[in-house]
């Protein structure tokens, strides 16, 4: 699975958008780009995921340049609830399934 | 409600004690998973199980066991060979196996006294 890399930190107001970048420059054409967030001492969340094409849910959109080389994880209207770790994971499923967490994101949203 | 639930969410084990954890899952998936979690760490995966009565060693798998009896459930041995057992482990469930959108429970945290 291609490897990610993503800030270590961000901030974001309460009320703005949220927008988490992820680069995955090695990423191969039947590998898919996860999003995950992890709050304090919970499990994991799965947010969205997408191939090639712009996904949107009813917590957040997927971003997903061209050349599929960087995403983005945007958050529309970002709250204090979603202060969390948020993980950017690539994988095409391989024999294993497992997801590999890299450190993620941490997003603090202030009032 | 459908979802994941393990059990306990604190447990302390004692030196040279194995302890289980408990995970069960009433989505009806096929696979499962045992992922443990150090402080500002990602998550590693333990084992897997992709059906029922099988299952494979994932990348720290030393100092565990596990079995898959049934569909629903997959608990976790920590054995006393395991001499770090303090972590934060998480269960997932997803499908099938091959990496699909995997759904986790709210994890034990476990401590050595």
């Known amino acids: 699975d291609a490897k990610t890399t993503q800030p270590t930190s961000m901030d974001c107001a309460e009320g703005r958008a949220a927008n988490l970048p992820c680069n995955h420059s090695t990423i191969s054409g039947n590998e898919y780009v996860y999003w995950y967030r992890q709050i304090h001492s919970q499990g994991p969340q799965y947010i969205i995921h997408g191939l090639k094409n712009n996904e949107t849910n009813e917590m957040a959109s997927l971003i997903i340049t061209e050349d599929r080389k960087s995403s983005t994880l945007i958050l529309p209207h970002a709250t204090l609830r979603d202060t969390a770790v948020y993980y950017c994971?690539?994988?095409?499923?391989?024999?294993?399934?497992?997801?590999?967490f890299g450190k993620g994101t941490k997003l603090s949203v202030k009032p | 409600d459908g979802g994941i639930t393990q059990s306990p969410k604190y447990l302390f084990r004692k030196e040279g004690q194995n302890v289980t954890l408990s995970c069960e899952q009433n989505l009806n998936h096929d696979a499962m998973y045992w992922y443990r979690q150090d402080p500002g760490q990602g998550l590693r995966l333990i084992y897997y199980?992709?059906?029922?009565?099988?299952?494979q060693k994932g990348d720290i798998a030393e100092g565990y066991s596990v079995s898959r009896e049934k569909k629903e459930s997959f608990p976790l041995t920590v054995t006393s060979a395991q001499k770090n057992p303090t972590a934060f482990y998480l269960c997932a469930s997803s499908e099938t196996g091959g990496g699909k959108t995997q759904y986790f429970g709210p994890g034990t945290r476990l401590l050595v006294l």
């Open positions: 199980s992709q059906i029922v009565n099988d299952f």
């Open positions: 994971i690539v994988t095409s499923g391989g024999s294993q399934g497992n997801l590999i």
